[in-house]
């Protein structure tokens, strides 16, 4: 590595660092000042609102971090060019394929930090400040769908009509097994209690119909069992009924993995958020290498008045991008998107648009 190299890797990662403190302190003091209240109305301890605050700055620097990056790109590569640099760099025969090789190292060093941490580090802290804002932050939580299906072990289906996660207790509930597509034991219930002491649903007033024939109905009988209170094992909690929005956030990529297989084999909703969720984190470390590549794009040639126009160009551009970002995440999280085609649509349109540009900027 030579010290040109050096030098432009040290500048930007200096600056990306820098830049990430400042504006992580300042989203802090804001979010800080819109919650005060809250903090006074519950009477927290200044103990536990910094506890809340070390898991708030993990979360929001590796969502900034591509943005920041970009920022961090714009300024240098402005500044350098400002300074005629980049025009000596270029006169002294270094191409400018060339000179993009240390800005792409320093976004390796940046991209795989942000993989890892938002991939496995920042999630177990996500949790405890998902766990606070549900507690202080928002209001409480009714589950309010009904008619809940869903497959708990291979050909075995639980429905329940309705739950209430206040008192914990479903209503109308079944639970169907069957062999070769046919119904071989039915278990229902007025409703189900959750046993907190037991980990342990108890159903009430229960009723067991086994088919002692399952290859001829019509010749079989069925086979009835009735009780007041059963204790049973299922594989749903009252987790499976709290609120789950962001849930993802808490979750690593190979609990993505699981959390996604787990939905589809219950054949239940929502599974997209998720997908969407994992997609994107495999493609955030691309996003950052084409951010990077615009950047210094927009940011090589010297301009008279200074970076000003560079640096408000470059803020245009980001918004741009994370706003169609958003709308894409949007449609994916609806089902109307693809999750893959959410996840990596932005990097495949702003990379396309950089090449175009990389094609007329002067080198």
Known sequence: MKLLDRYIIGKVLATFFFVMMILVAVITVIDITEKVDKFNDHHLAMSV???????????????????????AIVYVTSRMAAHTEIIAMLSSGISFRRLLVPYFVASSVIAILSFIFNGWIIPHSNRDRLAFEMEYFQNKFYFERRNVHMQTAPNVFLFIQNYNNQSNIGYQF?????????????????????????????????????????????????????GYKLDTTLIITPKDFENDAHQ????????????????????????????????????????????????????????????????????????????????????????????????????????????????????
Request: charged residues 20%.
């Open 49 to 71: 609102i910094l506890g809340y605050y070390l898991d708030f700055i993990p979360w929001i620097s590796g969502l900034l971090t591509p943005i920041i990056c970009f920022i």
């Open 174 to 226: 079944s639970l169907e097994k069957f062999k070769e597509n046919k119904l071989i034991e039915k278990l229902t219930s007025d409703n189900i209690t959750w046993d907190s002491a037991k980990n342990k649903w108890v159903l009430n007033q229960w009723v067991r119909k086994k088919v002692d024939n399952i290859f001829d109905l019509k010749a079989g009988t069925n086979v009835a069992e009735r």
């Open 248 to 363: 993802y956030d808490g979750m690593t990529i190979p609990e993505l993995g699981k959390h996604i297989e787990q939905i589809r084999f219950r054949g239940a909703t929502g599974v997209e958020a998720f997908e969407t969720e994992r997609h994107i984190r495999f493609a955030a470390p691309c996003t950052t290498f084409v951010l990077v590549f615009m950047g210094v794009i927009v940011s090589a040639r010297k301009r008279r008045g200074g970076t000003g126009f560079q640096v408000a160009l470059g803020f245009s551009l980001a918004f741009i991008f994370i706003l169609f970002f958003t709308m894409t995440r949007t449609f994916a999280e609806t089902g109307s998107l693809s999750p893959f085609l959410a996840a990596w649509l932005p990097n495949f349109v702003f990379g396309t648009i950089s090449l175009i540009m990389y094609k007329y900027v002067p080198r």
